[in-house]
């Protein structure tokens, strides 16, 4: 049965990366590690590379070798690249290959999947190559490895995993609900320690942080806003927001507010004014209406919430 289609949390924003392997490696019908050995063009508009597979991870049986179809006219996107040993998610383009009259013996044809992330290089030990490792999970699972030992082994690149490969993980548990219902409480709770403690790498903290909130863990509201202000990052404070409102929705504010009481660092307090702001409910925008409308920060919290923003976007039109 194919991999569910990679989704993002409807409840929360999706959260950018700039990377989708593990969406190329769903949506592909074929993942090789393989290299281009030679190309030619077809016609004016079209460059067939022919591609050596050097290891099946999924899908490619006793071909040894396939061809990639590839318009380069047609904007940027994903292309071979010779003499490199990279992952490759193909797709099935055998349907265009015969409109197009290509000879059978040239086949099988593909097209490249075309997310971005999803045609890495892969290093020459491929037992110890990160990306591979994360696409023989994605493929062992397809193939019927027991929901738990894909939970397990995700959680585990999650958490210890090269920096590109932990967040990739992470993505995919987060759109997965019959994975994440496949962690116990004692990996839930080093997620959500590391989601609190990571101070380095923002995207991944963020990424951890959504996947802890979809769990609705306890205390995660509480344990996150310690780092508002330590973690100088707009977008940080922003998901701290929006996890507050999906967990606590008006009562987001109380608990972020009641913090305010006890910060005397400039950062922490605008840090944490801006989470206030990134709410977006009535409880927030009442709360900071009601504060020094001259402060700076209660300024930036206010431009943060929708509701105060539609409001001023308003008496602009007006005047």
Not at 63 to 79: E, M, N, S
Not at 191 to 205: F, I, N, Q, S
Not at 247 to 275: F, I, K, M, V
Request: glycine share 10%; aromatic share 4%.
């Amino acid at each position: 049965m194919r991999l569910l289609t990679l989704l993002g949390s409807l409840s929360l924003l999706p959260f950018a990366t700039g990377q989708d392997l593990g969406r190329g490696l769903v949506d592909a019908d074929v993942v090789v590690v393989a290299r281009q050995v030679g190309k030619k063009p077809f016609g004016d508009d079209l460059v067939l590379h022919r591609v050596q597979v050097l290891h099946d991870v999924r899908g490619a049986g006793a071909d040894t070798a396939v061809t990639v179809l590839d318009w380069p006219k047609l904007g940027l996107h994903l292309r071979p690249s010779p003499r490199q040993s990279r992952l490759y998610c193909l797709q099935d383009a055998s349907v265009t290959a015969a409109k197009l009259g290509l000879p059978a013996n040239d086949g099988p044809y593909y097209r490249m999947v075309g997310w971005p992330g999803s045609n890495p290089l892969i290093g020459s030990d491929l037992d110890r190559d990160a990306n591979l490792a994360f696409a023989r999970v994605l493929a062992a699972s397809e193939a019927g490895a027991p929901p738990a030992t894909t939970a397990a082994a995700l959680c585990t690149m999650a958490l210890d995993g090269e920096p590109g490969i932990r967040q990739e993980a992470v993505r995919f548990l987060l759109g997965r609900e019959d994975l994440r219902a496949q962690l116990g409480p004692v990996s839930w709770s080093r997620l959500m320690t590391r989601a609190c403690g990571e101070v380095d790498d923002v995207p991944y903290k963020i990424a951890l942080a959504e996947l802890c909130a979809e769990q609705r863990l306890d205390g995660l509201l509480d344990a996150l806003a310690v780092s508002l202000g330590p973690v100088q990052d707009p977008e940080f404070a922003r998901a701290v927001g929006r996890i507050g409102r999906l967990l606590h929705g008006e009562q987001a504010t109380n608990r972020l507010e009641a913090r305010l009481q006890n910060l005397g660092d400039a950062h922490d307090r605008a840090a944490t004014l801006l989470a206030i702001g990134a709410t977006n409910t009535k409880a927030a925008l009442a709360a900071l209406q009601r504060m020094d409308q001259g402060d700076k920060a209660v300024e930036a919290a206010l431009r943060e919430h929708r509701a105060w923003r539609a409001a001023q976007d308003a008496v602009g039109r007006r005047k």
